[in-house]
Structure formats: structure tokens, C-alpha cells
């Protein structure tokens, strides 16, 4: 970690540690703790809230392009980010429907071609039955990848938009100490044509449209976890999953020099739920995954399993969020091998290993200020590629009253390839810095 990251760290969290006195609510933390003289009244429907929102942001950007300093395309600029959002929620005692839609809009003041448009909508809901729960999840958004994306197209002239669409389907069994969990998800990827710059015979750069649909892809999962409560406070559990990944492109013709590679593979893991007196929540667990590929081109991936989510509540004004995740990602990067032939191969996927940590501290009731560090590893399968990206984020939330509030902070991002010296590979390498200043309106 930088000592820059180390330095602001430490400050932060001797600020924060002022009030070990107060009592803290069972798994209550600085985000999500009501504020009567600050939260919105939203519009009552019957046995549901509506809670529109309307947050707009101004933002500078030192690196839109997400690339070196010394690339020709290299610029920074000014952008707005509107983003309004409304959530219904039910205030039934047992059970709950939730839904939403919200949008991300960016206009750029120069740089009109990186302008996008964002949307997402959703539903959830649960029933809460005697000794069993079951809720469910759907949920359809239009994206576009971050230019800083390992998969974006250095040639692009604009972001990739891609269609994700998600359902999800969990049941939790628990009539005593003895618990066991069922859960489904599936995801629908498909991703949208765009336009690159090509040179053509003559050596004269023009734009022409390229298809995007090698990256179609479908993810499923399934879980079952079950486990033994040992104490009110701490459970154990074992958890097998099983994933899939299918590209929905079959024929070799349509995919622009690689063929993608369905895939499968599962995860055996061990670990503990703790809630230690709403103090400390969360969970940890380490297990084993294995990865098969349908074509011979690729040997199977196995290996350790790491991962845990734990909130600690060190004071009752501020939280301490530790993230742990490995997961594994669709790729259309190309790279090299250890042994030809070939010597150029497709990345059959990306293995990320992700760390975090995040602090929120409560200055006043109305004030809120976050610190949040990141750094992520992701491993190129099937080629010798690694790239280690780090991020920091410092932000502050002022709420004046119910209706409205202000939000400020510096953003930082920087990627780090073993193939940035390579000639033959477009890599990104880079360090981005972001400044941001917003107003949010609501209802």
C-alpha cells in the first residue's frame, strides 16, 4: 500500500475512534442508520413509500481515456453526472416488495463522444414463513464498460453499451441451529456494436462499426449452504457451488481471430456467519475451485479460495467494512502463452482476487465521511498476463435538511500490467485522479 493510503488511514481512524461509550444497535451501521431530522418523509402509497431522488454532479477527469500520459490521445476534461432514482418500498410487518429504476447520465464538455446514458430497474421481495425465508430478485439495466476496462477496445471512439439482465432466487431453512440455504442466479450479458478506428489501405485512419457479439455470454450459479448455529452469535458452514459460463456465439467465423471458451467449474468451501452483538457482522470462508474449459486449447484452473464481508461497528459512530472476493470474469484480451503453439492465444477468462476496505465515521448527525481503498489482482487465464489495480476514494456527505444535501470528493485509480512494455498488445496502464462536487435533491 502506499504510504500516502497508509498515512490518510491512520489519520482516519484515530479521528474516528473518539466514543467507545455509546450503544450500538444490533447490526447497525453509520450507513444505514435512520436519521429522523435528516431523512427524507418520501410520498406514502398505502402500505408503500416512494423516494425519489434527483443527485447532480460536476466532475474533472485528468484521464478520460484511461491511458498513459505520453499517448497521443491523452486529455483530460469536465463532465456532468445527473442521476435521478426513485425506490418503492412496502411497510408491511412480515413480509416485503421492494422495487426502483434509476439513471446515470454523463455529458462531457468537450469530449461529447464519451457521453453515455445509464439505466437500471428492479424488484425485489421476501416471505418471511415460521422457519424459512424466501426472497427473490430481478433486475434489468443498459451499461457501458469503464474505458479504463482491461476489454475496452483502445480504438473505440465510444464507451461499449451492453444489455445485463439478473434473476435470483434464494430459500433459508432454519428451525433451530441447523440452517441450510438454497441459491440461484442467472445473468444475461449482450453486448452492443460500436465504432473503432481502422486504417485503411492507403494508411488513412476511418471508422467502421465492428459487431461485439463474441462477448454474448450467459452466467449461472447455484449454491447450497448449510451449517450449524454454535452460538447465538457464530455459525459454521460448508457451501458447494457450481457455475457455468456459456458464450452464445458458436461458429468460429463470427469471432474476430479467437474462439471464447464456454466454461464450468465449481467451489468447495468452509467458513463461519458471525453477528457478535450486532458489533461485528458478517461472514468468511476458504475452499477450493476448479475451472474445466469444453475446448482442449485450455488446461483446467484449480486452486485456493479466499473470500469474507465483515462490518465492525468500532464505535456507534463509525463502521469498518472488510471485503474479501474471488471471482471469475469473462475476458476478450489476447496474450501469450508459456509454450507455443500458438503463441498468441485468447485470455479464456479473468481471475480476480479483491481486497477492500472502507470506513464511514459520523462527524455530526448531518455529516458523514467515507475512506475507501481497493486493490485488486486479476490473472489472465491461459496467458502470462497480470495486471494489479489500486483505487482510493475520500468523500464527505453534508445533509442540509430533508430535501437537501451536498457531496464533494477526490477519486484515484491507477493499473499496472507485467505486459506494459509489450508492442504487440494494447495494454492500459495508467493513473487516473478525479474531483467531484455535487447537490442531491429529495422527496
Same mark, same amino acid.
Given at each position: 500500500?502506499?504510504?500516502?493510503?497508509?498515512?490518510?488511514?491512520?489519520?482516519?481512524?484515530?479521528?474516528?475512534?473518539?466514543?467507545?461509550?455509546?450503544?450500538?444497535?444490533?447490526?447497525?451501521?453509520?450507513?444505514?442508520?435512520?436519521? *429522523?431530522?435528516?431523512?427524507?418523509?418520501?410520498?406514502?402509497?398505502?402500505?408503500?413509500?416512494?423516494?425519489?431522488?434527483?443527485?447532480? $454532479?460536476?466532475?474533472?477527469?485528468?484521464?478520460?481515456?484511461?491511458?498513459?500520459?505520453?499517448?497521443?490521445?491523452?486529455?483530460?476534461?469536465?463532465?456532468?453526472?445527473?442521476? *435521478?432514482?426513485?425506490?418503492?418500498?412496502?411497510?408491511?410487518?412480515?413480509?416485503?416488495?421492494?422495487?426502483?429504476?434509476?439513471?446515470?447520465?454523463?455529458?462531457?464538455?468537450?469530449?461529447?463522444?464519451?457521453?453515455?446514458?445509464?439505466?437500471?430497474?428492479?424488484?425485489?421481495?421476501?416471505?418471511?414463513?415460521?422457519?424459512?425465508?424466501?426472497?427473490?430478485?430481478?433486475?434489468?439495466?443498459?451499461?457501458?464498460?469503464?474505458?479504463?476496462?482491461?476489454?475496452?477496445?483502445?480504438?473505440?471512439?465510444?464507451?461499449?453499451?451492453?444489455?445485463?439482465?439478473?434473476?435470483?432466487?434464494?430459500?433459508?431453512?432454519? *428451525?433451530?441451529?441447523?440452517?441450510?440455504?438454497? +441459491?440461484?442466479?442467472?445473468?444475461?450479458?449482450?453486448?452492443?456494436? +460500436?465504432?473503432?478506428?481502422?486504417?485503411?489501405?492507403?494508411?488513412?485512419?476511418?471508422?467502421?462499426?465492428?459487431?461485439?457479439?463474441?462477448?454474448?455470454? $450467459?452466467?449461472? +450459479?447455484?449454491?447450497?449452504?448449510?451449517?450449524?448455529?454454535?452460538?447465538?452469535?457464530?455459525?459454521?458452514?460448508?457451501?458447494?457451488?457450481?457455475?457455468?459460463?456459456?458464450?452464445?456465439?458458436? $461458429?468460429?467465423?463470427?469471432?474476430?481471430?479467437?474462439?471464447?471458451?464456454?466454461?464450468?467449474?465449481?467451489?468447495?468451501?468452509?467458513?463461519?456467519?458471525?453477528?457478535?452483538?450486532?458489533?461485528?457482522?458478517?461472514?468468511?470462508?476458504?475452499?477450493?475451485?476448479?475451472?474445466?474449459?469444453?475446448?482442449?486449447?485450455?488446461?483446467? +484452473?484449480?486452486?485456493?479460495?479466499?473470500?469474507?464481508?465483515?462490518?465492525?461497528?468500532?464505535?456507534?459512530?463509525?463502521?469498518?467494512?472488510?471485503?474479501?472476493?474471488?471471482?471469475?470474469?469473462?475476458?476478450?484480451?489476447?496474450?501469450?502463452?508459456?509454450?507455443? *503453439?500458438?503463441?498468441?492465444?485468447?485470455?479464456?477468462?479473468?481471475?480476480?482476487?479483491?481486497?477492500?476496505?472502507?470506513?464511514?465515521?459520523?462527524?455530526?448527525?448531518?455529516?458523514?465521511?467515507?475512506?475507501?481503498?481497493?486493490?485488486?489482482?486479476?490473472?489472465?487465464?491461459?496467458?502470462?498476463?497480470?495486471?494489479?489495480?489500486?483505487?482510493?476514494?475520500?468523500?464527505?456527505?453534508?445533509?442540509?435538511?430533508?430535501?437537501?444535501?451536498?457531496?464533494?470528493?477526490?477519486?484515484?485509480?491507477?493499473?499496472?500490467?507485467?505486459?506494459?512494455?509489450?508492442?504487440?498488445?494494447?495494454?492500459?496502464?495508467?493513473?487516473?485522479?478525479?474531483?467531484?462536487?455535487?447537490?442531491?435533491?429529495?422527496?
Amino acid at each position: 500500500m502506499k504510504p500516502w493510503v497508509k498515512l490518510l488511514t491512520s489519520i482516519f481512524v484515530v479521528c474516528a475512534s473518539g466514543t467507545l461509550a455509546h450503544a450500538q444497535e444490533r447490526g447497525e451501521t453509520v450507513r444505514d442508520r435512520a436519521r *429522523p431530522d435528516y431523512d427524507p418523509d418520501g410520498i406514502r402509497l398505502g402500505a408503500f413509500g416512494v423516494f425519489p431522488k434527483l443527485g447532480v $454532479d460536476v466532475v474533472y477527469d485528468d484521464n478520460i481515456r484511461a491511458v498513459e500520459k505520453d499517448s497521443p490521445v491523452y486529455r483530460d476534461d469536465t463532465f456532468f453526472f445527473i442521476k *435521478p432514482e426513485v425506490k418503492i418500498e412496502s411497510d408491511w410487518s412480515r413480509h416485503e416488495l421492494n422495487a426502483g429504476a434509476l439513471a446515470r447520465i454523463a455529458r462531457y464538455d468537450e469530449s461529447d463522444n464519451l457521453d453515455f446514458e445509464d439505466y437500471e430497474v428492479w424488484v425485489d421481495g421476501g416471505l418471511n414463513m415460521r422457519d424459512s425465508k424466501l426472497t427473490a430478485k430481478a433486475r434489468s439495466s443498459r451499461l457501458n464498460e469503464p474505458l479504463s476496462s482491461p476489454n475496452f477496445r483502445p480504438n473505440a471512439l465510444s464507451p461499449t453499451r451492453y444489455d445485463k439482465n439478473d434473476l435470483g432466487l434464494r430459500y433459508r431453512f432454519a *428451525p433451530n441451529r441447523f440452517f441450510a440455504q438454497l +441459491q440461484l442466479d442467472w445473468t444475461r450479458l449482450d453486448f452492443k456494436p +460500436q465504432t473503432v478506428i481502422i486504417l485503411d489501405e492507403a494508411g488513412n485512419p476511418r471508422g467502421t462499426e465492428v459487431s461485439n457479439d463474441d462477448r454474448d455470454r $450467459d452466467l449461472t +450459479q447455484i449454491r447450497l449452504r448449510t451449517g450449524y448455529k454454535v452460538s447465538p452469535g457464530a455459525g459454521v458452514f460448508v457451501e458447494g457451488r457450481y457455475f457455468d459460463i456459456d458464450y452464445r456465439i458458436k $461458429d468460429p467465423d463470427q469471432i474476430r481471430n479467437r474462439i471464447l471458451q464456454d466454461q464450468d467449474g465449481y467451489d468447495l468451501v468452509v467458513g463461519s456467519e458471525l453477528d457478535l452483538s450486532g458489533v461485528t457482522v458478517g461472514e468468511f470462508y476458504v475452499g477450493y475451485r476448479n475451472i474445466d474449459y469444453a475446448s482442449r486449447r485450455f488446461e483446467s +484452473q484449480d486452486g485456493l479460495l479466499i473470500g469474507a464481508s465483515i462490518d465492525w461497528n468500532i464505535t456507534r459512530l463509525t463502521t469498518i467494512t472488510l471485503g474479501v472476493d474471488q471471482r471469475l470474469r469473462g475476458s476478450t484480451v489476447d496474450g501469450i502463452n508459456d509454450s507455443p *503453439p500458438p503463441p498468441t492465444i485468447a485470455s479464456s477468462g479473468i481471475q480476480e482476487l479483491l481486497f477492500s476496505l472502507a470506513a464511514d465515521h459520523e462527524l455530526r448527525r448531518n455529516i458523514i465521511l467515507t475512506l475507501e481503498l481497493q486493490s485488486r489482482n486479476e490473472d489472465f487465464l491461459n496467458i502470462t498476463r497480470e495486471d494489479d489495480v489500486f483505487s482510493a476514494r475520500f468523500g464527505a456527505e453534508y445533509s442540509l435538511n430533508r430535501r437537501w444535501g451536498i457531496n464533494a470528493g477526490y477519486i484515484y485509480q491507477e493499473r499496472d500490467s507485467n505486459y506494459k512494455n509489450s508492442p504487440d498488445f494494447n495494454v492500459q496502464t495508467f493513473e487516473i485522479n478525479r474531483l467531484y462536487l455535487g447537490v442531491v435533491g429529495k422527496i
